[in-house]
């Protein structure tokens, strides 16, 4: 469906209302699954997290009813206006790229592929680096992305209500000149009692193919522990990254000395 108006946003995280409605399902599953992840690694509430680019903070409110003190940070200062609802006193406006927190955390993780928007190797690196100066020895690290797979790019899409509103989603991908980078493309249609619009936006993601990720990895503060699936699902654990790419869930544990 083609809305009423059209918004067309070269950066959708400045549509901050679009990605809230978009995400608006129950994060459950979610919840339970960091939950798990972090109780393999031995972090039990009321450990401190930090969630790196956390938008807005929708994953907060359901781990703090697990008993978890979460803080993050995020780039777009549109998101943040709703994690200061969700998480007052607990979010900072910083780059992934290059952050510093003055507390230490029992654990981190960065879900929903925004690890990609780190567009180069030295940035996403550096991003690791932070991540670890902010944790204790031996913390965990929890990120989900996704790997690049063979073949055409398969839409991604989904419908999310709130209330009266509706929000409908399609995500898909295409090349870019630069091998190393995709355009993530991103058709958001919603409607209200008040009218409809439709939310366009192309965005860069860094390709991660598994190999690079391991060797990227194998020189980080990091090691890999653990892959799962993808968050939402909460199967069994694979056997390492998976050769054929898609959503993946690694349990990273931080190997610096602190
Ligand atoms: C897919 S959203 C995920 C938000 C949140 N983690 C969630 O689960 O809903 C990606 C987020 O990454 C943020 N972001 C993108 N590049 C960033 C950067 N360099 N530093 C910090 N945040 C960044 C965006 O503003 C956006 O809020």
Redesign the pocket.
Known sequence: MVGDRRVISPNW?DEADAYDLA?AFATDREVDMLTHAFADADVHPPARLL?A????A??VPGLADAGFHVFG????SA?LGYATRRAPGRVFR????RFAAAQAFDGAY?????FR??LSEADAAACLASVAATLSPGAPFILELELSSPGPPIPDTWTTDRGDERASVCVTSHEDPDGDLQWIDVVVNITTPNGSHEVRSSQKQRIWRPDDLASFLTASPFTLETVWRRTQERGPPLGGLPANGGPVTLLLRNTSPG
């Open positions: 995280y995400f969630e680019m956390i938008g807005g929708r994953l940070f995020d780039l777009s998101m910083a780059d992934a790229a960065c879900l929903v592929d925004s928007y780190l």
